[in-house]
């Protein structure tokens, strides 16, 4: 098993430029996450998903869009970046981590590191 | 609210020290996991520990032990004859029952351990 493939894992880019950030999953997980990660900072949820075709937003959604059309599969699109959105990106998947009792753990991927210039 | 602080920013210590990384959370659920991670100079996060809310026992595991205090909101971590690889930043974590598994992290902890 890969478990959480990030991809890419570094990338500069230009204000008002648009990316995507690849994230898939190998452990049927239901439930997956976008956090992004400052300097200094603990790590903060953008989006969320906890199944194929259902997302919600997180703590900090602006400028970014997500979709969940495969249980694998979770994109996080950046439209017209912006220098505030350098930052690390972390995918995460866990199995059903609402039902606590199942002793579930996040996993992450590498990380994509992103700046914007 | 829900809320995880570690009021420790940066620590230094020398190798062979014993070091504690505190962890203090709030929350109004009685179901609830409390994690740490490890994040190496690397940059990926490396799961430690969970520890559910009804679980009071302390964990111990190698160098490393954990001490969960439901009455003071407090789940600290403590490594035992800190080594140089211990170098990293720590977070502590939290999920509360019904929330999606959505992980509440604290700031995080720098641990720096020299020779």
């Known amino acids: 098993n890969a478990g959480v493939t990030q991809t890419p894992k570094f990338r500069i880019l230009k204000i008002g430029q648009s990316m995507t950030l690849q994230c898939t999953q190998d452990m049927n997980h239901n439930y997956m996450y976008w956090y992004r990660q400052d300097p200094g900072m603990g790590l903060k949820l953008i989006y969320y998903s906890v199944g194929a075709g259902i997302t919600d937003k997180g703590e900090v959604p602006n400028g970014y869009n997500v979709s969940r059309s495969t249980t694998e599969d979770f994109p996080l699109r950046l439209e017209l970046a912006a220098p505030s959105q350098t930052s690390v990106y972390f995918c995460?998947?866990?199995?059903?981590?609402?039902?606590?009792?199942?002793?579930?753990?996040?996993?992450f991927g590498q990380g994509t590191r992103l700046t914007v210039v | 609210a829900q809320k995880v602080t570690q009021a420790q920013t940066e620590i230094s210590v020398v190798e062979k020290e014993d070091v504690t990384l505190d962890c203090v959370y709030e929350t109004r659920d009685t179901t609830y996991y409390l994690f740490w991670y490890k994040q190496p100079p690397s940059g990926e996060l490396v799961f430690l520990i969970r520890?559910?809310?009804?679980?009071?026992q302390n964990e111990i595991s190698g160098r490393y032990s954990w001490n969960f205090q439901k009455s003071t909101s407090s789940f600290n971590f403590t490594i035992t004859a800190s080594q140089v690889v211990d170098s990293a930043v720590y977070f502590c974590a939290l999920i509360f029952s019904g929330n999606t598994g959505k992980l509440i992290f604290g700031q995080g902890t720098t641990l720096q351990v020299k020779p």
């Open positions: 520890r559910n809310s009804f679980d009071e």
């Open positions: 995460a998947s866990s199995y059903d981590a609402s039902q606590v009792y199942l002793n579930t753990e996040a996993f």
